[in-house]
């Protein structure tokens, strides 16, 4: 793969992801009242659940997928640097990618099953006691520390990353900005469970606008390259 396929296949897969990402969440906004609903009780949140069981499943499907796919953008991604910055882009986005993947898998591998036993009315008391705290414990261990707080944390750092090792190159100040200002408001996402007020709303808008900050990224690869690379050695400059 010459080093122009490896650019706009990171761009493609950058894109794609980007826009999954945000449909799946727009999706599971309408059908399961997403990100909100996690604040709820357990069983409310069981109930909304299976009350749209198989479009919940397949928008968390898709968002997982959208997730997944930051790992080989990454990699494509950092193979455009040279020197030690380079390999920072690549190991933070795969690892953002495999924590994200594993928090949102539950929802389509776990979940479904703990929801079930957790509202039979065949099962006692016991049973449905179990998997509701079966349900908390996933909730809170694989959702909010892994696919959340390691999920938030890589993402920023992962942004930064990118920015630091693009250089002057593609990092023009309006794109930097732009860039530290998504990942500073997702990171904020870690404050969530704490109870800071305005935590939850900094990660949404921090949402929106690292998204945007990645399309733009993504439009900056498709670009021609210049004659000459950087003399740091990163991406070429462009005319944008």
Known sequence: MTRSTERRTAAGILIVATVAANAAFVGLGSTFEYPDVLQKPTPEILQLFLSAQASTMAWFAILALGAAMLAPASVLLARQFK???ARWPARLGVA???VQVIGLSRWFLIIPGL???ATDGTATASQRAAASSSFETAHRVLGSIVGETLGYTLTA???VAVLIAVGPALA??????LGFAGATLIFLGVLVP???PGADTANFIGYIVWSVWVLMLAVKLLLPEGPQRAATGTLAPSST
Do not use: H, N
């Open 83 to 85: 020197g030690a910055t």
């Open 96 to 98: 953002a990618a495999i």
């Open 115 to 117: 929801a079930a036993r």
């Open 157 to 159: 750092a992962w942004t």
């Open 172 to 177: 023009r100040l309006w794109f930097k900005a």
């Open 194 to 196: 704490l109870g800071l």
